[in-house]
């Protein structure tokens, strides 16, 4: 059995090293993983170089690219794919994750994949909540515009 860790980023647009968010969800998929897990740092160009910095292991991983938790979700099918999993680990915040699970798990559905998520906990506002909340029933709206945007960049 494969796994595939899917270590989800946040910046919310603001200079300087890794956001406390970020941060929190990077040492708690440190702690869930185990050396047969393939991880999979997901986050914005400049943000995946300062997750993996923090990571602070030898072990060997995936760094993917993307800008929205759609995105992130999208690349895991082709994640999944390439690594053979049949089970992927979300690790996002605790107020992420609800939606965030339920995005990845409906890019893999016509695949047998088990997923489940783990939340981080750490640093979070109203503000947070209310976007989660309001962006629930985007779900599937999110996922096909970023689907497009894979096929774009595929071509």
Do not use: K
């Amino acid at each position: 059995m494969t796994r595939l860790v899917l270590v989800l980023g946040y910046s919310p647009r603001r200079p300087g090293g890794l956001h406390p968010v970020c941060a929190s969800r990077v040492e708690h998929a440190a702690s869930r993983v185990v050396e047969e897990d393939v991880v999979v740092l997901s986050g914005t160009v400049g943000e995946v170089e300062l997750m993996a910095a923090a990571w602070g292991s030898s072990r060997v991983f995936v760094r993917d690219r993307a800008r929205r938790t759609a995105d992130s979700a999208v690349a895991a099918v082709r994640l999944v794919e390439e690594a053979g999993a049949d089970d992927v680990l979300v690790v996002t915040s605790w107020w992420h994750r609800p939606r965030a699970s339920l995005m990845v798990r409906r890019a893999l559905r016509r695949r047998p994949v088990r997923v489940t998520g783990s939340g981080a906990q750490g640093p979070w506002s109203v503000f947070q909540l209310a976007r989660e909340a309001g962006c629930f029933p985007l779900i599937p709206l999110h996922l096909a515009l970023a689907r497009r945007r894979e096929r774009r960049r595929a071509t």
